[in-house]
């Protein structure tokens, strides 16, 4: 399968993808990388692995809609058949988000539907939550909302703060990514009506 990632900073969770992907036996690999922001890190990384990559900056659009259809030409020359969001900073609209439905996924960094937006991790340790983590979803309209794909667990500890909490949950995402993508590539997994359903034997 081909798989576009959309980014606008550091780019953790492209390289994540980026390694998963060398690894001959995974069934995807990185045709593209958009940034919306022309010195994300991330666009490094690209160059690195010496994969197609494409500035898409918002700046020079005058609607979302024209911004869209850009991202939309590049995805669509390129061939795609996922579109992977990594810390992609802009909220797409219900045309785009249907328009890739079932092949547009999303990564955040808590257990959703709790703590959705910004500004997560200080949110957390504010609340005093004992449990943390990370999802992947499918991406509807709203903003981190949509059927969810995987999650995964981690532990917030005595003395943490917004930094070493991310870290943690950080090692998570890199991991329930690449690991998400490949059971919706392998046809273990898909968006069935509203909801994710599973084979039998998918853990
Ligand atoms: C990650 O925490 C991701 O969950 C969130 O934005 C951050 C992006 O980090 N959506 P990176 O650019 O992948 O390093």
Redesign the pocket.
Known sequence: ARIAVL?S??????QALIDACADPDYPGEIALVVSNKPKAQ?LERAGDAGIKREVVNHKDFETREDFEAALNDALKTSKVDYVC???FMRVLTNGFASDWRGRLL????SLLPSFEGLHVHERMIEAGVKIAG?TVHFVSAEVDNGPIIGQAAVPVLPGDDADSL?AR??EQ?HRLYPACLRLLIEGKARLTGGAVTYDKNVK
């Open positions: 980014i900073g550091r780019g953790t969770n492209l991330g969001l990594a810390g999303n990564i955040h960094p990370c991310a949950i950080l995402e």
